[in-house]
């Protein structure tokens, strides 16, 4: 038998058959941290101080208890809901009492019978008896000892006559019906009536009213500008801004791109790590109706737009730098509509700065959109007969070419693009290095993907990240090169085609280690994330509709970070981890670190939340530049604990190979020790990059839970870095 925290339980109420009792009580014997545990437990249970244990995760069902007990906990949860036990003596103090009741009632089951009339009276009057002898005897009162064996001979004497009275009267006897009790039943019979009649209604709808045709609504009408990552805002004076005469709400986070200054490091370092999204398929979305897309009377030389912070001095920009003399483009009907699902952010321009504002299904796109994806959304649009879908923390921008064809663009993230249209429809598509048209057949999606990647070891405030992008294509397209704006490429790129047929299940893809190629690959796998989006868990669903009603509130049309801050600080741990990665995307970390850092048992995240949040926004964040490394390293020095700043944020840009190897393990190790968790926490990430960790090693430290358990997983830790230093030494 293992010894788990419910057979545990089962040998200290003495439930078991003597074989397995025997043999459990061994176990415990022998075991480093049994009769600590045991212990603990006993104390729990008889702590009267202890108040009742408050829902959290997956502790917020009241049935959990009764299916751990009972055993029927699914596996995936059975481990969270005993590491929650480990860790709370409230919980603790609940699943074992529960246990030592029903252990009591299994070896008498006359206590589980209901008391009868003769029985609640002497219990009644025990208890009021009890109550005088302690107003007469205030002065002298009982021991805990005392007042226990009280309420057992008081508790006995009442079960013992309740028995004896069932016994001799089988069927207990039953007071007439009282006049509320009517009132309840008629009370029920008007509510079923109701259903009924909302059932009736639902089965034949009424006759629906015809509704006014959809008013055309332009961009100008909107207030919308032309705000993208291929637009210049416009004011309504038609005086053009400069990038540095306005900055988004937040500050921008992307210094502007040098394609070939930095290797691309290990692609697996700088995976986005995608949330679960919505549950509608791309087969599933209907067609929204759009007008046609106008061709613009002119060109227009809209050049790529950098969104500067104001407080960092090596983007380049300054106050005397001026933006090209571009002409106004009259305004047109918007190329789109967003479909029906999941909220997004548009970038718009303000009074005095650019700012993001909630974008919900069904309001119009403009002619250039630059739009960022919240967590847990996978928003879908519609741009005439193409489709796109776009990922969680994905930047994206929409625009039209000069011959009017709808061009996505993916600064970051990832979007998935196809068509219904039986004869096709023709898109282009940017993505970092790769520019191109293609010609997309029906039900034959496209993948876009682009990575911002930091190489462990560097400092990001000083050395450009590296990128990479790829197209997958599932049914094979044929791609033909062109410039970002759509318009023919002043040089093409090396390695492929100025046409290149792309076969079924191959892709593209481009490197900035190599910025003036491109390579063709496959065929090969099918991305996970390209395919239709899983149905969402219920802890995701809760945190999204979270989000939805955070963007729905009225001050977050005229500041979405100010109503994300609220969310941030909401009860619910998935709730404020939803908050804190959108905040993240719009370059505030305060609630970021914040919610790292945070370790009383109210407000800190469990392990895999932790980890969770920590993987989806940390290496993003200092993957962006170093205008958003360096506000993230303020963010450490404004929320992580007292003069742990420093240490802290070399931990989240993680140590090199080469310095774990020659010996810059040994402190991580030490810090598995340290007193702060987020401390133990980012120390035990690091030495997780060395490849070297096994399931024994997960089972013996975990950085969440009280240190007397952790002994054997640090002596682990240590013996595991000191044999990979000696190795390395010994190594040519």
């Known amino acids: 038998m293992r010894l788990t925290l419910r057979t545990l339980l089962a040998w200290m109420d003495g439930v078991l058959p003597a074989s397995e009792q025997e043999e459990l009580g061994a176990k415990v014997a022998e075991s480093p941290i049994g009769p600590k545990l045991v212990e603990r437990i006993r104390e729990a249970v008889e702590n009267p101080t202890l108040t009742p244990p408050e829902g959290r995760g997956l502790a917020d069902d009241a049935n959990g208890v009764a299916e751990f007990l009972d055993n029927v906990l699914p596996p995936d ?71 226990a064996a009280a309420a057992a001979s008081i508790a006995t004497e009442a079960t013992g006559s309740a028995g004896r009275t069932q016994s001799a009267r089988p069927l207990p006897h039953r007071e007439p019906a009282s006049v509320w009790a009517w009132f309840a039943a008629l009370a029920a019979l008007a509510l079923l009536v109701a259903l009924g009649g909302l059932l009736a209604r639902s089965i034949w709808p009424p006759k629906p009213v015809p509704s006014a045709p959809l008013r055309e609504v332009t961009a100008r009408e909107e207030g919308a500008d032309q705000i993208g990552s291929a637009a210049v805002p416009v004011t309504d004076g038609g005086q053009i ?29 700088g995976a986005l790590a995608a949330t679960p999204g919505a549950d509608e398929s791309p087969s599933a979305v209907a067609a929204v109706a759009s007008p046609p897309i106008p061709r613009p009377a002119a060109t227009v030389p809209l050049p790529a737009m950098e969104l500067p912070i ?37 970038l718009v321009a303000g009074d005095a700065a650019l700012r993001y504002q909630p974008l919900f299904g069904g309001e119009p796109l403009a002619l250039a959109e630059e739009l960022l994806v919240p967590a847990h959304c996978s928003p879908e649009l519609v741009l005439g007969d193409l489709k796109v879908r776009l990922l969680p923390a994905t930047r994206a921008a929409i625009t039209t070419d000069t011959d009017g064809t709808p061009r996505l663009e993916i600064i970051f993230g990832r979007g998935v693009a196809w068509t219904d249209a039986p004869a096709g429809a023709t898109a282009g598509i940017s993505a970092s290095g790769l520019g191109g048209v293609v010609r997309l057949s029906p039900r034959q999606p496209i993948g876009i993907e682009v990575q911002l990647v930091h190489r462990p070891g560097d400092d990001p405030t000083e050395v450009t990240p590296a990128r990479r992008s790829r197209v997958f294509s599932t049914g094979g397209i044929q791609w033909r090169q062109t410039q970002q704006d759509g318009s023919p490429p002043e040089e093409l790129l090396h390695g492929i085609q100025a046409t290149e047929s ?13 910025a003036g190629a ?28 979270a989000l939805v009603n955070c963007f729905k509130a009225p001050q977050a049309k005229q500041n979405v970070v100010e109503s994300l801050r609220e969310l941030a600080s909401d009860r619910r741990a998935e709730n404020r981890m939803a908050a804190a990665s959108t905040l993240a995307l719009l370059g505030e970390y305060d609630e970021l670190v914040g919610l790292l850092s945070a370790d009383t048992e109210t407000t800190m995240l469990r392990e895999k939340q932790w980890t969770t949040l920590e993987a989806a926004a940390i290496p993003l964040a200092l993957a962006r530049g170093s205008n958003a490394a360096g506000r993230l390293r303020q963010s450490f020095v404004n929320r992580a604990p007292a003069g742990r700043a420093a240490e802290l944020f070399r931990m989240a840009c993680r140590l090199s190979p080469a310095d774990l190897a020659a010996g810059g393990a040994m402190p991580l190790v030490e810090a598995l020790e340290d007193p702060m968790l987020v401390v133990r926490r980012f120390a035990l990430a690091n030495l997780q990059s060395l490849g070297l960790e096994d399931a024994e090693a997960r089972i013996l430290y975990r950085p969440d839970r009280p240190a007397l358990f952790n002994d054997r997983g640090i002596a682990w830790w240590r013996a595991r870095v000191q044999a990979l230093a000696g190795e390395a030494q010994t190594s040519p």
Not at 127 to 136: H, K, N, P, T
Not at 249 to 259: H, I, N, Q, V, Y
Not at 518 to 545: H, N, T, V
């Open 77 to 147: 949860q059975l481990e969270a809901y005993e590491r929650t036990c480990l860790e709370s003596h409230n919980h603790l103090s609940e699943v074992a009492a529960c246990h030592r009741i029903l252990a009591e009632v299994s070896r008498d089951p006359q206590a589980a019978i209901p008391l009868a009339g003769n029985g609640r009276r002497q219990l009644i009057r025990a208890v009021a008896e009890g109550l005088s002898r302690d107003d007469e005897q205030a002065s002298s009162e009982p021991t805990a000892d005392e007042a």
């Open 502 to 514: 792309v076969p079924p299940a191959s892709e593209l893809v481009w490197d900035s280690a190599d």
């Open 310 to 346: 104001a407080a960092p001095a090596d983007t380049g920009s300054g106050p005397d730098q001026q933006g090209p003399e571009v002409e106004e483009v009259e305004s047109a009907p918007p190329p789109g509509l967003v479909a029906e699902g999941d909220p997004l952010l548009r």
């Open 518 to 545: 491109a390579r063709l690959f496959g065929p090969g796998d099918e991305p996970a994330w390209l395919r239709p989006p899983a149905p969402m868990g219920r802890l995701d669903k809760g945190a999204r509709d």
């Open 241 to 269: 801004l400069t990038p540095t005469e306005v900055e988004p709400e937040g500050g921008a986070l992307e210094d502007k791109p040098t394609p070939d200054e930095s290797p691309l490091s290990d692609p697996s370092l």
